[in-house]
């Protein structure tokens, strides 16, 4: 079975601070994601890697840093936490193949920004 | 521009059928996914359907897709209370690997 691990569930953080979430994925899978969830907005993209120390913005990426500096670890930054970062966060890893993208994804972490 | 837009909400007795609906506007999709996330959980991939096809089944889940209407729907067999959950549609486009998801619906069973 697939695995992708979140650092944290919940987080609680106070606004201009920096934020690390942490993801992890033991299947070797290239492609890894970061999510944010909004009640009726769905999954909005902020950052795409796919490969070691490789990145794409996303949707929404202002306000985020990505790290990726081992294949099975992809690290999403706030710099500076606002109140408008208070979201649910998910990580997703995984393949794509004959253009079908198969993603399996983290429990989510809630993070609360005061 | 890309959407995928669904229903919010959509309670079913426990054994009816539940059907949940997805609409979408970009008609170069590749493959539309069905994902479905229990209370607290992250998304589980349930069942995907490539563009070129009309359905697939697969155990309880059915999966229509009218690309004419550009229309996708997930019809639950004997819906259980374990099946209460968001379930979120997404298309890909072309070779993107950027998938577009809609707002999820909510199902709830009751017994």
């Known amino acids: 079975d697939v695995k992708v691990t979140q650092s944290s569930r919940y987080l609680v953080k106070r606004t201009g601070e920096k934020v690390f979430l942490e993801c992890v994925q033991d299947?070797?899978?290239?492609?890894m994601f970061w999510y944010r969830q909004d009640p009726g907005l769905g999954l909005r993209l902020i950052y795409f890697?796919?490969?070691?120390?490789?990145?794409e913005k996303g949707d929404i990426p202002e306000g985020y840093s990505v790290s990726r500096e081992k294949k099975e670890r992809f690290s999403l930054i706030l710099e500076s936490a606002s109140t408008n970062q208070t979201s649910m966060y998910l990580c997703?890893?995984?393949?794509?193949?004959?253009?079908?993208?198969?993603?399996?994804f983290g429990p989510g972490t809630r993070l609360l920004v005061l | 521009g890309e959407d995928v837009e669904q229903s919010l909400f959509l309670s079913v007795r426990e054994g009816d059928s539940s059907v949940i609906n997805c609409t979408y506007t970009?008609?170069?999709?590749?493959?539309l996914y069905w994902y479905k996330q229990e209370p607290g959980a992250g998304l589980q991939l349930l069942t995907y359907?490539?563009?070129?096809?009309d359905m697939k089944q697969d155990q309880r889940l059915t999966v229509l897709l009218n690309k004419k209407d550009k229309h996708l729907s997930l019809r639950i067999a004997d819906t259980q209370t374990g099946d209460s959950a968001i379930y979120f549609c997404?298309?890909?486009?072309?070779?993107?690997?950027?998938?577009?998801f809609g707002s999820g619906t909510r199902l709830l069973v009751r017994p």
């Open positions: 299947m070797d899978h290239e492609n």
């Open positions: 997404a298309e890909s486009i072309g070779s993107s690997y950027k998938l577009i």
């Open positions: 970009d008609s170069s999709s590749t493959y």
């Open positions: 997703a890893s995984g393949t794509s193949g004959d253009q079908l993208w198969t993603q399996y």
């Open positions: 359907i490539f563009s070129n096809m």
């Open positions: 890697s796919y490969d070691v120390k490789m990145k």
